[in-house]
């Protein structure tokens, strides 16, 4: 059962979903390039601006998409989120019961509108709209990432300077005959310690697997038969693994993603909807 209900918003009220709609309108950004900047589904995106909360699995995803979207939009994901806690944490209906004087005895409940509760709500909408009336004018142009400062040259070696003996030259005579004795060991040596060993060829270990998810589902990741983690998938999702020897995965959904082997892509191993267990490792993918 899904941990958020579906509340009804009045129009007319300051709601999350309202703000981001109308500083998306503002900046002139569609739903599409939204999507693109932010990774996030535009199902997900109009559920948030028309704050159908119960489109979300759970309240961290609402949040964790909520604070990525304000962020984006210039807005401050801190006050969405306590604009939200404020607008939708379920609270306690106060009644007031009194006994009918007249001698029907039965119990009357009269709900008092809180009219403080609006006021936060409207404070934090006109800082909101004026913070995002001084932002950046072109959020739509992804932040460019701050590249590494680049490193620093290695310091130039010294020349090396000749070495000077005092030991006195060896006459052409003299070299002929090392080079004749030299030449005499090496052919009284064995024919095996001639030749050249060739270096043994490099053995390549490792798994790395990365993943990119098409469809939504759940999966759970084994590596080296020993760590175990869960995940819920999200369609856009990129996730990457390494391991020593294999990589298990167990998919609800195995037709819902695609699968790169130590660079390699894999062809599709299920269909939409049906789940699988598969192992992965240096031989490749085995079912």
Same mark, same amino acid.
């Given at each position: ?12 009220? $300051?709601?999350? @979903? ?5 500083? *998306? ?8 390039? $939204? ?16 704050? *159908? ?20 939009? @210039? ?41 403080? /509760? ?13 913070? $995002?009336?001084?932002?950046? *004018? ?20 010294? $020349? ?94 195995? @037709? ?17 909807? /049906? ?13």
């Amino acid at each position: 059962m899904s941990e958020i209900e579906t509340h009804t918003i009045d129009p007319s009220a $300051a709601s999350p @979903g309202a703000i981001l709609k109308r500083c *998306r309108e503002y900046h002139e950004i569609s739903l599409e390039d $939204a999507e693109k900047a932010t990774k996030i589904g535009a199902n997900y995106l109009n559920a948030l601006e028309e704050d *159908r909360t119960g489109q979300f699995a759970s309240l961290a995803y609402l949040k964790g998409f909520l604070r990525i979207y304000a962020t984006y939009l @210039g807005l401050n994901p801190d006050d969405m989120i306590r604009l939200y806690d404020k607008l939708y944490t379920s609270g306690s209906t106060r009644a007031d019961h009194k006994t009918n004087t007249t001698g029907s005895g039965e119990a009357r409940l009269r709900k008092k509108f809180p009219l403080q /509760k609006l006021v936060m709500p409207a404070v934090l909408l006109v800082l909101i709209l004026i913070t $995002a009336a001084i932002v950046n *004018r072109s959020p739509s142009t992804p932040l460019r990432q701050s590249q590494p400062p680049p490193a620093a040259a290695p310091p130039a070696a010294p $020349a090396i300077q000749p070495i000077r003996s005092s030991a006195k030259l060896p006459t052409p005579t003299e070299k002929t005959e090392e080079a004749v004795t030299d030449q005499q060991r090496l052919d009284s040596l064995p024919a095996t310690q001639n030749k050249i060993q060739p270096p043994p060829p490099e053995s390549t270990n490792g798994v790395i697997v990365r993943m990119k998810v098409t469809q939504g589902g759940t999966l759970t990741v084994t590596i080296d038969g020993s760590t175990s983690q869960d995940y819920d998938l999200v369609a856009g999702d990129s996730i990457e693994w390494k391991a020593d020897r294999s990589i298990t995965l167990e998919l609800s959904n195995s @037709g819902g993603v695609d699968l790169e082997l130590n660079g390699k892509q894999l062809k599709s191993f299920g269909q939409p909807g /049906k789940p699988a267990v598969v192992v992965l490792d240096a031989d490749g993918l085995r079912q």
